[in-house]
């Protein structure tokens, strides 16, 4: 019968041999038959087809069981289940024995009547045991009606409990499998509904969770790669504080998350609040498991008091600082010392436009335009619309940019990169080599590139060029509805003779 097609009269059945290990699922029965209705073999050949994709389908999951995200949300349930039932025993057998509240005979027949029903469902492919079953349920009826009226005995009682706890157990394991999982996932189910202690809870950031996060916030907010995986790498952070613990997800346990992290600065644990809180509202919409898993009108991450850090304005030595002018001219001749000539060259220019790093490092030959005649360099992208810009070319750097013109790479490139990191950033590898430089200068962490930013702002501030020209060049936003909107900024003129006030590099 290797076609799994077998005659019975005129009709054709389709017939599949089970093999042991997944009888379970179709009720121990060891084959299954089902008529196809035709007596035509061609015919019994296409019919048969949808019923052996179904039947295998149950055979496969009976071996995979269910995905690990609903087993984990299952044994959490059990262990609830289980400590309930475990601390219902307990106070049952308590209060008997003080005789506060009395386990009767009429409490035990309760139970046995629904125990017999569950016995025939669960037994019903095997006579012997469920007979056995109700014979054991049935003599402790009898001794509970053999017992003097009154308070019933209270090792009767206690063995009652007990039978009744290993039933349960075989239960518990029954309708698992029947519920689709797995011979293995049903064992690690009953085992924690016997044993709620040995169990301990899994954190909901699974990385099929992650992944899902963090691929909606990029592809559906739009969030910066960046910035998700920062946020990815925060909840992994909680993740293994959860599972080190054996501590569920709770407002409780994600305050005692924060109070670990010590030597963490309060806006820190502000951006972990703020990723566990995206997440939460993530999951709550997109997640059925974790929707059944917790209640989800309460964000555990939200509500949280944090200390505060240093008052308002810190200490100008604890600042981000500028270079001075001749520091800068200091960099660029020590950066051509060391032969590291792309962070010169990306000095020099962000010294005479106030360009951001990045922004000097995404300059192609195709950036250098004309504006009414000033030839600039054209910043088309950036962190705001006011970031998109046209800045003239100073004078002194006019030799410079014929130079990486000539030398552009193949990508037409100024400034030649490695090719950024995994984040597209060109900038990533001359950054590094800037920190190095500026550490062997003796720098510490309040001078950075972005500091020459600064020194570009402040030299134009001193030399009294109009705030609204100086936010034209360094491409920020004023603040106001006039200018921001309705204005289109510096002239071409105004913005040339404010560069030129830029000392020499």
């Known amino acids: 019968m290797a076609d799994n097609l077998i005659l019975k009269g005129s009709t054709w ?19 299954l038959t089902k008529s196809l209705k035709t007596g035509n073999k061609a015919e019994a050949h296409v019919r048969k087809l949808p019923v052996l994709a179904e039947w295998k389908s149950v055979i496969s999951k009976s071996r995979n069981g269910i995905s690990a995200e609903q087993l984990e949300n299952e044994l959490h349930l059990q262990q609830k289940v289980g400590e309930t039932l475990n601390g219902f025993f307990e106070t049952t057998l308590l209060k008997h024995v003080r005789g506060e509240k009395l386990f009767t005979k009429e409490n035990a027949l309760s139970f046995i009547k629904i125990f017999d029903s569950d016995i025939s469902i669960i037994f019903k492919h095997d006579p012997k045991e469920a007979k056995a079953w109700k014979l054991k349920f049935y003599e402790m009826g009898s001794r509970f009606y053999d017992q003097k009226e009154g308070k019933q005995n209270t090792d009767l009682v206690a063995d009652f409990l007990k039978v009744t706890e290993e039933f349960l157990a075989i239960k518990n394991k029954f309708f698992s499998k029947k519920s689709g999982y797995s011979e293995k996932q049903a064992n690690k189910i009953t085992d924690v509904f016997i044993e709620p202690t040995n169990y301990s809870p899994k954190s909901p950031f699974t990385s099929s969770r992650l992944d899902a996060f963090a691929k909606h916030q990029v592809e559906i907010k739009g969030l910066a790669q960046k910035t998700v995986d920062s946020y990815v790498s925060k909840l992994k952070i909680l993740k293994k504080y959860l599972e080190e613990n054996g501590l569920e997800l709770s407002f409780e346990n994600y305050q005692k998350f924060l109070d670990s992290l010590d030597e963490v600065k309060t806006k820190t644990k502000q951006n972990h609040i703020h990723s566990g809180s ?11 498991e974790y929707k059944n898993r917790y209640d989800v009108r309460i964000n555990p991450f939200l509500g949280h008091e944090l200390p505060k850090d240093n008052k308002k304005g810190k200490k100008k030595e604890e600042k981000r600082l500028a270079f001075k002018v001749e520091e800068i001219k200091k960099l660029y001749e020590f950066a051509i010392s060391k032969q590291k000539h792309q962070v010169a060259y990306a000095i020099k220019i962000a010294g005479l436009t106030g360009f951001r790093i990045e922004e000097v490092c995404k300059l192609t030959k195709n950036h250098i335009v004309s504006e009414n005649g000033v030839l600039s360099l054209y910043v088309e992208e950036g962190k705001t619309d006011a970031s998109i810009r046209k800045i003239p070319i100073h004078p002194s750097l006019e030799s410079l ?3 990486l013109v000539k030398n552009a790479d193949d990508g037409g490139y100024l400034i030649h990169s490695s090719g950024g990191n995994k984040y597209g950033i060109r900038s990533d590898n001359i950054s590094k080599a800037f920190t190095r430089i500026k550490r062997e200068l003796g720098y510490d962490y309040r001078h950075v590139f972005h500091s020459i930013r600064k020194t570009v702002i402040t030299t134009l501030q001193h030399n009294d060029v109009k705030p609204l020209i100086i936010a034209s060049i360094v491409g920020h936003e004023t603040g106001t509805i006039t200018f921001d909107i309705y204005s289109d900024g510096a002239s071409p003129k105004q913005k040339l003779e404010a560069i030129k006030k830029l000392p020499k590099i």
């Open 278 to 288: 995206g997440f939460h509202k993530w999951a709550s919409k997109y997640d059925a």
């Open 13 to 31: 059945h389709v017939r599949l041999e089970l093999p042991v290990d997944v009888r379970h699922a179709f009720g121990n029965r060891r084959k």
């Open 401 to 403: 940019i014929d130079q």
